[in-house]
C-alpha cells in the first residue's frame, strides 16, 4: 500500500512535470491518523503511528504529500492536494470493505451488520457529488492555491447511528453483531471545512438520509435484491 502510493506519486509527479500539467493529488483524513484535535483543520499534523497496522495507508499518503509539495518547490509543478474524507455513493463496490457498503450489502442481504468496537467511533459521510464538485473547483481555481484543503461533510456520525439509518432506510431486519475494535482504529473524525469554504466557496449539499437513499438504490439493483 505504501509502495503504492510513493511510486504512484513519484510516476505522475514526472508526468506532470514533464508535460507542464496541472496535477491533484486525492490525499485523505487519514494523514490525521486518530486526531487529538477536533475537527481537523489543515495545519494539524496527526497523531499516526508509523508502525501500526493502519500505518503503511496514513504514511503512504502522508509522504505522497511530501513528495507534491517537493515538486511544487523545487520545480515550480502546479499542485492541488485535497484530504478527502469518508465518501459514499452509487457505484461503489460492494466488496471494498468500506462501512457505509459493508452495512448496506449485509442490511439488503439480511445478514448480520458487522459493528467493530461499540459503535460509539464516529465518522463524516460526504456524498459523491458533492466531493467532485469540490474537486472540480479546487482544479479551477489559481495556481497559488495549493492545498491541502479538507473536503468532507463536516456532518458527524456513530456507526451505531449509521448502521441505524441504514436499517431504517432499507427496511432490513438485521442485526448488529459486535465484534473487537481493530488496532488503531481511530476514535472520532471530522472536517474542518472553513478553507473550502472561504477558498472554493464549497459546502455539501446532501445531507447523509438524502445520499443513502440513491446509494441503497443502486446496491438493490447490483445485488438484485
Known amino acids: 500500500t505504501t509502495k503504492t502510493s510513493v511510486h504512484g506519486a513519484i510516476n505522475m509527479l514526472g508526468l506532470a512535470k514533464r508535460v507542464g500539467a496541472r496535477i491533484l493529488q486525492a490525499s485523505t483524513?487519514?494523514?490525521?491518523?486518530?486526531?487529538a484535535v477536533h475537527p481537523q483543520t489543515e495545519?494539524?499534523?496527526?497523531?499516526?503511528?508509523?508502525i501500526g497496522i493502519r500505518s503503511c495507508y496514513d504514511e503512504g499518503k502522508r509522504c505522497a504529500e511530501t513528495l507534491f509539495f517537493d515538486y511544487?518547490?523545487?520545480?515550480?509543478?502546479q499542485i492541488k492536494v485535497v484530504r478527502i474524507f469518508n465518501t459514499y455513493g452509487p457505484r461503489m463496490h460492494p466488496n471494498d470493505g468500506r462501512v457505509v457498503s459493508n452495512f448496506i450489502?449485509?442490511?439488503?442481504?439480511?445478514?448480520?451488520?458487522t459493528m467493530f468496537g461499540d459503535g460509539q467511533q464516529t465518522r463524516s459521510f460526504c456524498?459523491?457529488?458533492d466531493l467532485i464538485e469540490a474537486m472540480v473547483r479546487m482544479m479551477a481555481?489559481?495556481?497559488?492555491?495549493?492545498?491541502?484543503i479538507n473536503i468532507g461533510n463536516p456532518g458527524e456520525y456513530s456507526m451505531l447511528q449509521l448502521a441505524e439509518a441504514v436499517l431504517r432506510l432499507t427496511g432490513s431486519r438485521s442485526k448488529l453483531v459486535f465484534k473487537p475494535l481493530p488496532a488503531d482504529d481511530p476514535k472520532q473524525r471530522r472536517p474542518d471545512i472553513s478553507m473550502a469554504?472561504?477558498?472554493l466557496g464549497w459546502q455539501p449539499q446532501v445531507s447523509l438520509e438524502d445520499g443513502l437513499a440513491p446509494t441503497i438504490?443502486?446496491?438493490?439493483?447490483l445485488l438484485d435484491v
Open 141 to 148: 481555481s489559481d495556481a497559488s492555491l495549493t492545498g491541502p
Open 217 to 221: 438504490a443502486y446496491f438493490r439493483r
Open 127 to 129: 456524498y459523491v457529488d
Open 72 to 77: 511544487h518547490r523545487q520545480h515550480r509543478l
Open 43 to 50: 495545519d494539524y499534523w496527526g497523531n499516526v503511528n508509523p
Open 197 to 199: 469554504q472561504a477558498q
Open 29 to 35: 483524513s487519514e494523514v490525521y491518523g486518530d486526531p
Open 105 to 113: 450489502v449485509q442490511a439488503l442481504r439480511g445478514e448480520d451488520i
